[in-house]
């Protein structure tokens, strides 16, 4: 079970990367473009040379709240994907750079829906 203090560094990670947003809330369509998001995913991770706590927890964080609010919105409906019981955020950081390398060209739209695509494709579900 995790602990609150492991909680805790992702999701204020991910409030930091919500609160840095550009503009008043009715100026703008999302929070976060994916080139923002990916400058916190890409080589922050522990054991890369760019790692920097900091960064590795907002990017964690805010993939981590996509997948929970995925969970938590589709308890009872039919999911847009399905990620195994056991998952880190480690691997959601993976799946999402891998998403990013691959789609360099939407890396100007919303982070969340580019987590969703990426996630999706590496995590489908058996309808």
Partial sequence: MPTLRKLTAPLFGAALLLAAAPGPAS???????????????KGTGAGEAGYDVASHNTCAGYLAGIADAEEAW?????????????????????????YMDQHPEDWHAAAASLAINAFIGAWPCAH
């Fill in 74 to 98: 589709w308890k009872h409906k039919a999911k847009a994907f399905c990620i195994p019981k056991g998952t880190r955020t480690g691997q959601h950081r993976q799946v999402f750079l891998h």
């Fill in 27 to 41: 100026e703008i369509d999302v929070y976060v473009l994916g080139n923002e998001l990916l400058k916190f995913c």
